[in-house]
């Protein structure tokens, strides 16, 4: 069991890159997530509220004082209310969008809520991609750490009225079949936009063009990724495995903390190599039950040689309860204390 819990996987890491087919719609789908905390500021305001359409890469950006739910809702009323909701939002596992609000807005509204598995940002690289350049973005525009959230709009804008590097349109062409004014007031900028679009394409043709150039990176992401990584292990309902163990920083050494935490079971499989992980019944660490979705590259095998693991040794047709098997009760127990023991100081969220 100690080897379980500190030895980690060498080599290539597991998983491959599996791309959902992009439809040519714009705002079908939706990606969020938060930036922050960043300084507060004199409004109040210490996040960013991220939302882009993946086909067009047009990006909604809400300075907001929380990572609550409610600020989330009102922004998606808001860009709603001009595109009309989305049939799939893709996030994070963020409280925001766990919640049970959250959820009630989703059913109510016929929206398909996806939550990427822990610790796998790809899965919401979309959004994952723009929150990196925005932050870029405002170490460059900032002047005083008070006032971040005047140049929200002002990126906003850069970010949909410039060309994007895969799509080879701004998103503002793949939506609007018209020229917008410019808000920012650079005329070079605006300048080089009209002179690349001088061509008369209708706004059908640039769409259908854009979606030939996203399907063609998408192919080399894949071929790139999948090049780098293994094949990831495959596990059923009810095995038994550890998860990779991210130490909270406290301010002291965390270089001897176990690499993995569990036993867990898994209790559902899901597509993409993600899984459903629970506490095994009767070895419940917390209050609250443990249920979260991982991806395999996170997950290793439980010591399947472990005494109470199998109940059938004899290779009878009589089940019985391990804990009633003379010699076997202590196993159990030393595996829940040492479980717990890895487990200790760690949040389970």
Same mark, same amino acid.
């Given at each position: ?32 997530? #938060? ?5 507060? @500021?004199? &409004?109040? /305001?210490?996040? =960013?509220?991220? !939302?882009?359409?993946?086909?067009? *890469? ?54 398909? #809520? ?5 610790? @796998?940002? &790809?899965? /919401?690289?979309? =959004?994952?991609? !723009?929150?990196?350049?925005?932050? *870029? ?213």
């Amino acid at each position: 069991m100690e080897c379980v819990y500190n030895k980690t996987v060498t080599g290539k890491a597991e998983g491959q890159l599996y791309i959902d087919t992009v439809k040519p719609i714009p705002f079908m789908r939706l990606h969020l997530d #938060h930036v922050g905390p960043l300084p507060k @500021t004199s &409004r109040g /305001n210490q996040y =960013i509220l991220g !939302i882009t359409d993946p086909f067009t *890469k047009f990006t909604v950006l809400k300075a907001v004082r929380s990572v609550n739910t409610q600020p989330v809702i009102r922004a998606l009323n808001e860009l709603t209310s001009y595109f009309g909701l989305p049939a799939i939002v893709v996030t994070d596992r963020g409280t925001a969008f766990t919640s049970h609000n959250f959820a009630e807005y989703s059913k109510l509204n016929g929206i398909q #809520h996806i939550q990427t598995a822990v610790r @796998t940002p &790809r899965a /919401n690289g979309s =959004i994952e991609r !723009i929150v990196r350049t925005v932050c *870029k973005c405002l170490r460059a525009s900032c002047v005083s750490d008070s006032d971040w959230d005047t140049a929200i709009r002002d990126i906003q804008w850069t970010l949909n009225s410039n060309t994007n590097a895969t799509t080879k349109y701004s998103p503002n062409d793949l939506i609007f079949d018209f020229r917008l004014r410019d808000v920012v007031h650079n005329r070079l900028v605006q300048a080089i936009h009209d002179e690349a679009n001088d061509s008369q394409e209708s706004i059908d043709i640039r769409r259908e063009r854009a979606t030939k150039a996203i399907e063609a990176e998408q192919a080399k992401w894949k071929q790139r990724f999948d090049r780098q990584r293994k094949k990831p292990s495959q596990y059923q309902e009810d095995d038994l495995v550890v998860i990779t163990n991210v130490a909270p920083s406290t301010g002291f050494s965390r270089k001897l903390e176990p690499r993995y935490r569990g036993p867990y079971v898994i209790s559902k499989v899901l597509r993409f190599d993600r899984y459903v992980v629970e506490d095994i019944e009767g070895l419940q660490r917390r209050q609250r039950r443990f249920n979260s979705v991982f991806h395999a590259e996170h997950l290793k095998p439980w010591c399947t040689a472990a005494p109470f693991l199998d109940n059938d040794t004899d290779g009878s047709d009589n089940e019985e309860d391990p804990g009633n098997v003379p010699g076997q009760e202590s196993d159990l127990s030393g595996v829940a204390e040492l479980s717990q023991t890895s487990n200790r100081d760690h949040n389970d969220g």
